[in-house]
């Protein structure tokens, strides 16, 4: 069994503080994400979280953890259940349907598949058998074929969204009814309505309450208790804060989860995303129009614990970063490709203390990452690097070196490895990725609505301030000059001729 190759701090929900990860037993670690509720579509937010716990999951993975990792499906649900009627069809086929939908989705943007993908109604015999448990144990109560969970018998109710329950009791926003003994009560099994799918049960045929189905499928897939759980921020409450007590209530064991990780929203424009709103941006628009990795780029890049603005700056930040990654790999495999020259006493220094550099960044990025998955910190490192790399290679006599042979090779290495393995960015052709995001940017416009011309027209305006230099036109050509900037082009000249990129 491999042994973790650093110590991991991870910020725990529960206490609010970052905390050393003590696994349950010793190099191995259990990891439940909650998934989609699968009656539509998911938006970006959605697969914010996904990518998040696709995360986690490569991090814990390289650093040498046996994870054992379960995302699910939610498959049975209100919202489903309207969706099917409202296209007169059965809630399977309306499931089947967007799990797929939503597969592609992760498949799109290279998510790795978990050990174990779960579905709620493939596991309605260990709900029953854990909502036995729980009323065994005293924690719950039949009323008209209903199971309710009693809040009031479980001690410690309200330690992870730390709400005091008097308080929540004074602002509860339930729907009243007679059958609670206490109005925070909730629904363990639901009895069957007319029109609704239902299954056999102790207390009569009827479905699962939402909560449930986390508690026993994490208890199916990985015990009584685990290391990790993961999910949105607006599910700590009531969803998790619910599934502990469950849990607790049926195995008797303390704590169900050692430690809770919990993602941040996507704002559009400073605004919370939500369907109520009417500004949901799906998951499958994004990734159509601008691609996996400017996707995986801008959800991943921030701290899972920060809130993400999508807006124009952000999504533009994204673009140039990728672009400086793509850049960069592309310089490094032309050196690789070519013919090495003689040696250079101070191109070889150089680059040494390059490859230096890229041993001692390797080691600062996971040092980001070993601490609570700090991909600001490991990507500000890499793009140092990127700059250090950018400057060595411009240094005189430093191309087609043996040391540049070295330089390339040790930050590809980086690239596939933390950058690439991790993160799961920077892995595709340069060249090829390089056109596509000029493409993107060129349908862009920029801050008061200008659209930057596209390459074509760039290629044009280069070559007619080419001629009008050399006719001695300078004017005109300093008009070229500023009217490109003005539309988002910076042009460049160099020893080999003039170059462009976008501002």
């Known amino acids: 069994m491999a042994t973790p190759i650093r110590e991991i701090v991870l910020t725990n929900s529960m206490s609010g503080k970052k905390e050393k990860l003590h696994t349950l037993k010793p190099g191995k670690l259990t990891l439940y994400s909650c998934g989609p509720t699968v009656y539509g579509f998911i938006h970006i937010g959605n697969l914010r979280a996904a990518l998040v716990s696709d995360l986690f999951f490569r991090y814990l993975k390289k650093a040498g953890y046996a994870v054992t990792y379960v995302r699910n499906y939610t498959d049975v649900d209100d919202k489903i259940i309207k969706r099917a ?15 797929l939908e939503v597969e592609k989705d992760y498949s799109s943007v290279g998510m790795i598949d978990p050990t174990h993908k779960t579905t709620v109604t493939a596991h309605i015999p260990h709900i029953v058998q854990m909502i036995e448990k729980i009323l065994k144990n005293g924690h719950a109560y039949v009323v ?11 001690k410690g109710y309200g330690k ?11 602002g509860a926003r339930v729907e009243v009814s007679e059958k609670k003994k206490n109005p925070l009560d909730f629904t363990l099994w639901k009895p069957a309505k007319s029109g609704e ?6 207390w009569g045929k009827g479905r699962p309450g939402w909560h449930i189905e986390c508690s026993a499928m994490s208890s199916r897939w990985l015990g009584d208790q685990i290391d990790l759980h993961h999910g949105g921020e607006d599910l700590a409450f009531p969803h998790h804060e619910n599934e502990i007590a469950q849990s ?50 801008l959800l991943l890049s921030p701290h899972y614990r920060s809130i993400i603005d999508f807006n124009e700056e ?32 101070n191109a070889e220094a150089l680059w040494n203390l390059f490859v230096t550099s890229c041993e001692k960044t390797r080691d600062t990025m996971a040092a980001h990452l070993a601490n609570d998955f700090n991909v600001p910190g490991c990507l500000a490192d890499f793009f140092v690097l990127i700059r250090d790399f950018n400057r060595t290679l411009a240094s005189r006599g430093a191309e087609n070196t043996p040391g540049a042979l070295k330089g390339a090779a040790a930050l590809i290495c980086i690239m596939e490895d933390e950058v690439g393995g991790i993160l799961g960015i920077g892995k595709s052709e340069p060249k090829s990725m390089l056109k596509e995001l000029t493409r993107i940017r060129s349908e862009r ?33 300093d008009r070229i000059r500023k009217d490109l900037e003005s539309r988002g082009v910076r042009i460049k000249d160099n020893a080999g001729g003039t170059t462009w990129e976008y501002i």
Do not use: C
């Open 445 to 477: 416009s920029i801050g008061d609505g200008t659209v930057r011309p596209a390459d074509e027209e760039i290629q044009q305006l280069i070559q007619a301030r080419a001629n009008a230099r050399q006719s001695k036109q300078f004017e005109e050509a």
């Open 197 to 202: 799918p239902a299954w056999d049960s102790p």
């Open 314 to 345: 952000t999504l533009e930040h994204a673009l140039v970063a990728l672009h400086r990654v793509y850049e960069a790999k592309a310089k490094a495999l032309d050196l690789r490709g070519a013919k090495i020259g003689a040696s250079n006493p």
């Open 248 to 297: 607790e209530a049926a195995s008797g064991k303390s704590p169900f989860v050692s430690y809770w990780l919990h993602n941040a929203f996507v704002n559009l424009s400073n605004e919370k995303m939500s369907k109520s709103l009417g500004n949901v941006m799906l998951a499958r628009d994004f990734i159509t129009k601008y691609g996996a990795e400017v996707s995986r780029y």
């Open 160 to 170: 992870l969204s730390h709400k005091n329950i008097d308080e929540l009791m004074a």
């Open 85 to 99: 009627h409202e296209e007169n069809t059965t809630l399977e086929e309306i499931t089947k349907k967007y799990i």
């Open 144 to 154: 008209e074929g209903e199971v309710l969970f009693s809040i009031q018998s479980f």
